[in-house]
């Protein structure tokens, strides 16, 4: 398979630290991946980390000089997927919702390309009609769903939220980049 641009987006959930991974299996796999973070995943992995694996650098800001037009316009530019990892309980919403608050949430409203969405969060968030009906709308606008899967949780207790493992996550992206 040829090269594809991969944007991934990291929301601010403990389970960032397993985007690390999932960064570097997408590029070792060949694929230019351009990093966006928010504000929050910036709480549990650092941008010179995604940088390194990504090679390049990660976007943050929704005003950034370095793109003229906008990162939001420039960065979904011809990308072939966009992968979110973790997708948080909030991040679910504003993108179900039409909210465009931040950069991660401006580039899902401007983005083209096919979307793949790996849930992450407590059990009861992941119970939440709220969330159930925001996952229900991504669905039904075209998105994909990885997960979440049952196990050991950050809180301390078994359940389901527990994100992919990144390379459950890489085959999906790679079912994904198939299909286009």
Known sequence: MAQKRILLGIAGGIAAYKAADLCSKLAQAGHQVQVVMTSGATQFIGEATLAALSGR????????????????????KEIDAFVVAPATASVLARFANGVADDLLSTLYLQNTASVLLAPAMSDPMWSKPSVRRNVATLVEDGCQIVGPEKGWLSCRVQ????MSEPAKILAA??????QS
């Open 57 to 76: 650098p990660v976007a943050m800001e929704s005003f950034d000089s370095r793109f003229p037009l906008g990162p939001h316009i420039e960065l979904a």
């Open 159 to 162: 359940g389901i939220g527990r």
């Open 173 to 178: 992206v790679t079912e994904i980049l198939g």
